[in-house]
T-cell receptor
Framework: DAMVIQNPRYQVTQFGKPVTLSCSQTLNHNVMYWYQQKSSQAPKLLFHYYDKDFNNEADTPDNFQSRRPNTSFCFLDIRSPGLGDAAMYLC????????????FGDGTRLSIL | AQSVTQLDSHVSVSEGTPVLLRCNYSSSYSPSLFWYVQHPNKGLQLLLKYTSAATLVKGINGFEAEFKKSETSFHLTKPSAHMSDAAEYFC????????????FGSGTRLQVQP
């Protein structure tokens, strides 16, 4: 089945230690998104790629960056994680933007020690 | 600008009874509307979508939703709740034009009592 895969499912890092989360897709979708979801809240969009075109949300902290080396893979880099960055991170894809539904991975739960 | 309001943060029903999760939206353009479900420690799964075709939309697992433009509503229903329906449900709006991403409601947690 075509799908969105996130690795690892659980990640523990130390305060201030850089961490990278990965996402891959077999849907061949043009758009890939990264969301942050804190407990009992809706997902919050951090940024998205349309092909190689990077689109950052205005309120995404500079601490968060992303790379998309090819259609299938996208990475979320957190340069210096703080305690407030502990959350579930969701990757999603869609064929295009606008009114297209998004397909989500199962997420990576990030804990900060 | 687009926005979504989910009118109930928690809904509790008994197994076998109907489910109603309420959603109101605001959109400057013709919206597309979605319902997603999220089980604990899982990603979001698309239940159904409305994209300006039939106003009554049928989704997976027996769920359906009706788009009512006059009421700006898109309520999610199911005739008979199952224990496996217990989860968080998100109503989501997306405008057809432009490159805006999805706008999520705050979510409704559905509890199903045996």
């Amino acid at each position: 089945d075509a799908m969105v895969i996130q690795n690892p499912r659980y990640q523990v890092t130390q305060f201030g230690k850089p961490v990278t989360l990965s996402c891959s897709q077999t849907l061949n979708h043009n758009v890939m998104y990264w969301y942050q979801q804190k407990s009992s809240q809706a997902p919050k969009l951090l940024f998205h790629y349309y092909d190689k075109d990077f689109n950052n949300e205005a309120d995404t902290p500079d601490n968060f960056q992303s790379r998309r080396p090819n259609t299938s893979f996208c990475f979320l880099d957190i340069r210096s994680p703080g305690l407030g960055d502990a959350a579930m991170y969701l990757c999603a894809t869609s064929a295009t933007t606008g009114n297209q539904p998004q397909h989500f991975g199962d997420g990576t739960r990030l804990s900060i020690l | 600008a687009q926005s979504v309001t989910q009118l109930d943060s928690h809904v509790s029903v008994s197994e076998g009874t109907p489910v109603l999760l309420r959603c109101n939206y605001s959109s400057s353009y013709s919206p597309s509307l979605f319902w997603y479900v999220q089980h604990p420690n899982k990603g979001l799964q698309l239940l159904l979508k409305y994209t300006s075709a039939a106003t009554l939309v049928k989704g997976i697992n027996g769920f359906e939703a009706e788009f009512k433009k006059s009421e700006t509503s898109f309520h999610l229903t199911k005739p008979s709740a199952h224990m496996s329906d217990a989860a968080e449900y998100f109503c989501v709006v997306s405008e057809a034009r432009g490159r805006r991403a999805l706008t999520f409601g705050s979510g409704t947690r559905l509890q199903v009592q045996p």
